[in-house]
């Protein structure tokens, strides 16, 4: 039996899966080319959707791609490409999660979600978080260098009546904000006074992750309560509690909370630490999250290895690397 006294129970891998802001033009492509499994999932996924995500992913254009509906089944699509190409190779982590949009992803991957209805959920996910503030209305922003507290305490001051508040704890010192423009606008100027090294506005089509996104949220609970929902094969630590469940009910319900709740990234990722997780490797296009993790390991004093999978080099190097 494993005890925390034996080295080996200590070195756990986790999949990370990437959310909005890591698409581009092209992903998927070498993968889909070179192994008929990955092939297979954007076949799957555009018979789900009724068009060609895999046009789309493959090439582009950019503007069509950057549109929420588009972007999240692009991504999902993608990083299931790579999951499985993974899976094909007999690589199975202890744990998943997934940044916002990747919690989907996460979900496949864990076996909770079929491709089918993930890909179709996340279309419908895209639409309304579009849908559920006008153009201009609302705004995020990106805040480094400074502590929660004090981002938090910011953005109270900034309300002034409107909505403002953290919508990515993304590190202990990189925390997205979100609400109506004008408080958001109000919020950087205070943050700069708090000493942020940087405060600036995202180009972002709505206010993810925010009280905003109550009428997203309480829309999408329908398509969510209909699609079916398996306890997972893989545990996964969830963005909206950064806990770890293997209860499909329960991952349905985050999944609708997690709407207008903060990604609590950070937290997830401390949890990931505390189950022995020291192996992460990004599922899917881009290396954000491997930054993400390499900036809270560096402030937790954490070792960790970072690794990422979104085509044949990244693939190859990934597997050499967990071979050693």
């Not at 581009?24 to 068009?51: C, I, K, S, T, Y």
């Not at 090439?59 to 993974?86: C, D, K, M, W, Y």
Request: with cysteine; glycine share 8%; charged share 20%.
């Amino acid at each position: 039996m494993k005890t925390p006294a034996d080295p080996w129970f200590m070195s756990k891998l986790a999949f990370i899966f990437p959310g909005q802001g890591s698409q581009h033009a092209g992903m998927g492509r070498d993968l889909a080319d070179n192994h008929p499994v990955a092939r297979a999932v954007f076949e799957e996924a555009d018979q789900a959707l009724a068009f060609s995500v895999s046009g789309l992913c493959f090439n582009g254009p950019e503007e069509e791609l950057q549109l929420t509906a588009n972007t999240q089944p692009a991504i999902l699509t993608a990083s299931v490409a790579a999951f499985r190409v993974l899976s094909e190779r007999g690589v199975k982590p202890d744990f998943v999660a997934g940044h916002s949009l990747g919690e989907y992803s996460a979900l496949v991957a864990a076996g909770a979600l079929s491709l089918g209805d993930a890909a179709r959920l996340v279309r419908r996910r895209g639409e309304l978080m579009q849908e559920a503030v006008p153009v201009g209305v609302g705004a995020m922003a990106a805040i480094l260098g400074i502590d929660a507290d004090k981002v938090t305490e910011a953005c109270q001051v900034a309300a002034q009546g409107q909505f403002c508040g953290p919508a990515n704890f993304n590190t202990p010192s990189q925390i997205v904000i979100a609400g109506h423009r004008e408080a958001v606008e109000r919020a950087v100027e205070e943050c700069k006074a708090r000493g942020a090294k940087r405060a600036m506005m995202l180009k972002v089509s709505a206010p993810f992750h925010s009280a905003l996104m109550m009428p997203a949220q309480e829309q999408m609970a329908e398509p969510l309560a209909q699609a079916a929902f398996n306890d997972l094969a893989i545990p996964i630590v969830n963005n909206v509690d950064a806990a770890v469940t293997a209860s499909g009910q329960t991952s349905r319900e985050a999944l609708i909370r997690q709407i207008s709740a903060p990604v609590r990234w950070t937290d997830s990722v401390a949890k990931l630490f505390a189950e022995g997780v020291e192996t992460f490797v990004e599922v899917g296009p881009g290396k954000v999250l491997c930054g993400l993790v390499k900036a809270i390991a560096r402030d937790a004093g954490k070792e960790v290895k970072l690794l990422n999978v979104e085509d044949q080099a990244s693939l190859q190097a990934t597997l050499e690397a967990l071979q050693q």
